[in-house]
T-cell receptor, first 112, second 114 residues
Framework: GDSVTQMEGPVTLSEEAFLTINCTYT??????LFWYVQYPGEGLQLLLK?????DKGSNKGFEATYRKETTSFHLEKGSVQVSDSAVYFC???????????FGDGTTLTVKP | DSGVTQTPKHLITATGQRVTLRCSPR?????VYWYQQSLDQGLQFLIQ???????AKGNILERFSAQQFPDLHSELNLSSLELGDSALYFC?????????????FGEGSRLTVL
């Protein structure tokens, strides 16, 4: 079945540091890929998405590129802020499987 | 605000009891999904309903059941509760049947089983 593997956390960075959170997936067909973010005490919300190979999703300074050849969708941000502290989930939505599959989440803490 | 409403926000109960969690999806969304988030198992897909019908099933225990009503709200029923059922239960909704679009999540219902 489908699966999503993301970088284990927690990750702690200083403000303005570069962020990479790795995500790889296994799926049949051509899934859509997502990054969701969960701020403390809140539900998940969509951060960015990509629907086909080589698409780049971007939002709030975060970027991720759909790499079919490496089955990856790594999340990057050039300069993190304290307000980016949250849990980040990589996910895929697959018509073949009929469901969305989420990674385990990576907790990011940014220190001033 | 995602537009998805979940009640109750917090619930404390004892082992062996039964609880019902409620979800109102975003206006116009026909699909409702239930997820369980626990510390050691991440976000686990439980079940999906689309326009009143069950469409996909994940790792949902037999002690758990769900339904979606004609007004599209959904309820997740958890019975014979065990300590291990303590978790955050999320409801999400989307426009489509297929899961290739954005999911809109509620703030979750935190269940504590003592």
């Amino acid at each position: 079945g489908d699966s999503v593997t993301q970088m284990e956390g927690p990750v702690t960075l200083s403000e303005e540091a570069f962020l990479t959170i790795n995500c790889t997936y296994t799926a049949t067909g051509y899934p859509s890929l997502f990054w969701y973010v969960q701020y403390p005490g809140e539900g998940l919300q969509l951060l960015l998405k990509a629907t086909k190979a080589d698409d780049k999703g971007s939002n709030k300074g975060f970027e991720a590129t759909y790499r079919k050849e490496t089955t990856s969708f790594h999340l990057e941000k050039g300069s993190v802020q304290v307000s980016d502290s949250a849990v980040y989930f990589c996910a895929l939505g697959n018509t073949n499987a009929g469901k969305s599959t989420f990674g385990d989440g990576t907790t990011l803490t940014v220190k001033p | 605000d995602s537009g998805v409403t979940q009640t109750p926000k917090h619930l404390i109960t004892a082992t062996g009891q039964r609880v019902t969690l409620r979800c109102s999806p975003r206006s116009g969304d026909l699909s409702v999904y239930w997820y369980q988030q626990s510390l050691d198992q991440g976000l686990q897909f439980l079940i999906q309903y689309y326009n009143g019908e069950e469409r996909a099933k994940g790792n949902i225990l037999e002690r758990f059941s769900a339904q979606q009503f004609p007004d599209l709200h959904s309820e997740l029923n958890l019975s014979s509760l065990e300590l291990g059922d303590s978790a955050l239960y999320f409801c999400a909704s989307s426009e489509d049947l297929v899961p290739t679009g954005e999911l809109f999540f509620g703030e979750g219902s935190r269940l504590t089983v003592l």
